[in-house]
């Protein structure tokens, strides 16, 4: 894609007079900057992004953008040199906005979708609903980019340069509508400002991210910020009262001016969840819409899944579409990879599902939520990951034991630590009953050969991931393949 270089004025940047320098593009790392780049120096968790002015300057930037302590660390580094430098109070938003004038477009109808748990499925049920409604639409976020436009993705929520270029190329495409994941470590670092968003939603709030959020008022400060700072004041916000933080954040929406959509089984709300049958293959759900009764059968796993589709068909909603038109495409969706995903079935009928649950609530609700589909046994292969908050560990172990039958306490990303420390603080709160299996493969093959008629096992954490990170290495590793492998394997067809 193309791209005109453009002066700091139009970027909503002020430099000193005679400074308004044409740039040539964006960057956040000096090793990524070309002649004419304006290069952030952003602050980060360990180093200033100020400390690489100099190497930035060597390879050509024609503007350095950084914030008051960023000043004082680039101050020699810029000393009698004829590149602008702009000094703003938040480095990030500026850039964030810079980079959205740079790149320029984006699609017109936008959304994003905040929570610990269900991101990622609201995100992809929006783009299915456009989709089903003849619409070009994709989705941004953990699994990637998919739909109508397709495109990998390191983060749930990329950064603003790789973000508003990814926006401009699927607007390029013919992408009209685009939903994606709004992460707490994207809101708090302004990746979304810039965004032009016309609705908004907030599935759930529990614990997660407390690795790198200082407590849960700071973790749910960065979520509700999509409400109270990013979203305009004329969109709507789609919310789940029935999780204790919904209501207060559609005060917080409704005193901003924002519309409210909001779903749960409360009788004020927009879109009244009343009930659900379940059975092997998905479930029946009866809700209102604004008091008028509706049905849906949705071939999906899982009791809240319904929540998810609802907050989604909320949100499709809010950007235009007939109601009607919505609720009639619901029975069209699909799975969303990695969460409760039916992995494979063996010969007596048991079945293997995947989800993506790493956090305690989100185990015991994966868990919860099968059990209706299932006549047997519930068993559940449970880890957790290296480098993140460790106060989660023993909990998961917890609600996993609490909710399953039977319980395999396995590694997931171990990272930098120690695999066996990890399993032993999952398995403080699994209890003595569970087994320990370090290598992944195994502990699938053990479930899944402990599977009788009518039994399920549920193996979580990974969901749609196809690698395991141990030390700083990836090694391929698909939980639903090594599902499939374990089931052929015991089966006999292959």
């Known amino acids: 894609m193309a791209l005109t270089a453009k002066p700091l004025s139009a970027l909503g940047l002020t430099a000193r007079p005679g400074s308004d320098v044409a740039v040539t593009g964006l960057a956040v ?3 990524l900057v070309k002649p004419g780049h304006l290069f952030a120096a952003l602050p980060g968790t360990k180093l200033h992004g100020a400390t690489f002015v100099t190497a930035a300057l060597e390879r050509g930037a024609g503007a350095v953008l950084t914030d008051r302590a960023g000043e004082d660390i680039a101050r020699q580094a810029l000393a009698g040199s004829a590149v602008p430098l702009l000094v703003v109070e938040d480095a990030r938003l500026a850039l964030a906005c810079a980079a959205a004038l740079f790149f320029g477009a984006q699609p017109a109808t936008m959304v994003a979708v905040t929570g610990t748990n269900g991101k990622t499925s609201v995100a992809t049920f929006t783009r299915m609903i456009w989709q089903a409604l003849g619409l070009d639409a994709a989705n941004i976020g953990t699994t990637g980019v998919e739909g109508a436009f397709a ?15 990814l926006l401009a190329e699927m607007a390029a495409a013919g992408v009209t509508h685009a939903a994606m994941e709004a992460s707490s470590h994207g809101l708090a670092q302004r990746r979304l400002d810039g965004v032009m968003l016309k609705a908004a939603a907030f599935t759930n709030f529990t614990q997660d991210h407390l690795d790198y959020h200082a407590s849960f008022d700071e973790y749910f400060d960065a979520k509700a910020g999509l409400f109270t700072r990013v979203l305009p004041e004329e969109a709507t916000a789609v919310i789940n009262t029935d999780d204790p933080k919904g209501p207060g954040l559609a005060a917080l929406a409704q005193a901003r001016g924002q519309k409210l959509i909001r779903v749960g089984h409360g009788t004020v709300c927009e879109i ?18 604004q008091g008028g009764p509706q049905m849906v059968r949705l071939p999906l796993i899982g009791g809240f899944q319904a929540m998810n589709v609802l907050t989604a068909a909320g949100l499709v909603i809010a950007c235009g579409a007939e109601p009607k038109a919505v609720f009639d495409a619901l029975g069209q969706l699909a799975t969303v990879r990695g969460r409760m995903q039916l992995a494979a079935t063996r010969t007596n009928g048991a079945t293997v599902f995947v989800d993506f649950a790493h956090t305690p609530d989100a185990v015991e609700t994966a868990l919860r939520a099968l059990r209706p589909h299932v006549l047997g046994r519930i068993i559940a292969i449970v880890g957790a990951g290296g480098d993140r908050d460790r106060s989660k560990r023993p909990l998961m172990g917890a609600a996993a034991a609490a909710h399953a039958d039977a319980v395999i306490v396995t590694d997931d990303n171990p990272r930098t630590e120690d695999p066996a420390l990890i399993r032993a603080a999952v398995m403080a709160g699994a209890g003595p009953e569970a087994a320990e299996v370090g290598d992944r493969a195994e502990a699938i093959l053990r479930g899944v050969d402990a599977l009788g008629p009518g039994d399920a096992l549920l ?6 991931e196809r690698g395991q990170v141990i030390g700083t290495d990836v090694f391929p590793f698909d939980d639903a393949e090594q599902a499939s492998i374990a089931v052929a394997a015991l089966d006999g067809t292959i």
């Open 272 to 289: 009244q969840l009343q009930g659900q049958r379940f059975d092997a293959g998905g479930q029946d759900v009866r809700f209102l819409w």
């Open 459 to 464: 193996i979580m954490g990974k969901g749609h």
């Open 29 to 31: 790392d000096s090793r």
């Open 151 to 165: 495109a990998p993705s390191s983060h749930t929520t990329p950064e603003p340069i790789t973000l508003h270029r």
